[in-house]
């Protein structure tokens, strides 16, 4: 059966999140058209993975043998993350911005999870990994838009997942989500609701496409 690796990042429980509701939108799906699947959850605001430390770090190029126990200890908890990774057949990520770019927490979960020879380099061992990103922000950095050249998160990511990881990356966008708490921008409102469910519908499809293809190739 498929694995679904979901990550969440957001600081806000679901109810005033909106990367929480959309990938939970996508969840809700994927497990209806797939019950005996898989999904190992990440909530990197409750349960948050260690920021990369020399140890950790220096030890994904240290032979096991020569391992200090202070680095084994810690290449076990990059480890882990890492294994997930490789084991999901789909990925599915929240990641709001925040200050222009993404949240800490999942900076420090792709900084364990990114290993030179193993899940990066010439043969990434999560390549073509299908993966979608919910990139909810608080205002519109689209093309063309005042603040365009402000966008450090889906510049981020497409570099991080596509190009160093190898996965088959796809967004989900919902934008102008602080327009119904901000009074000066409340004549977008309209547009936010507009993007809300837009990026709900594109959830559900999208889970369902996924659920699909992933079917299509098992052969079941």
Do not use: C
Not at 45 to 70: F, K, L, N, Q
Not at 161 to 173: A, K, M, Q, S
Request: aromatic letters at 8%.
């Amino acid at each position: 059966m498929a694995t679904l690796l979901h990550i969440d990042s957001s600081v806000f429980p679901a109810e005033a999140s909106a990367s929480r509701s959309v990938t939970a939108a996508f969840r809700r799906t994927w497990e209806e058209q797939h019950p005996e699947g898989t999904v190992i959850y990440r909530d990197l605001a409750t349960d948050p993975v260690p920021h990369i430390t020399a140890d950790a770090w220096s030890a994904g190029y240290a032979d096991p043998s020569e391992r200090t126990a202070r680095q084994s200890a810690a290449f076990a908890a990059r480890l882990e993350l890492i294994e997930e990774l490789e084991q999901a057949d789909a990925i599915l990520i929240g990641a709001p911005m925040y200050n222009y770019t993404v949240p800490s927490t999942l900076k420090a979960w792709l900084d364990s999870v990114l290993l030179l020879g193993r899940t990066a380099g010439e043969a990434p061992s999560a390549q073509g990994t299908p993966t979608v990103v919910v990139a909810s922000r608080g205002g519109s950095y689209a093309p063309g838009t005042p603040r365009e050249n402000f966008e450090f998160v889906q510049n981020y990511l497409e570099a991080v997942l596509r190009n160093t990881l190898g996965l088959d990356l796809d967004f989900i966008v919902p934008e102008l989500t602080m327009a119904p708490r901000n009074p000066a921008m409340s004549e977008l409102t309209p547009l936010f609701e507009t993007s809300r469910e837009r990026a709900h519908t594109d959830a559900v499809t999208k889970a369902k496409e996924l659920t699909e293809r992933l079917a299509a190739n098992s052969g079941s």
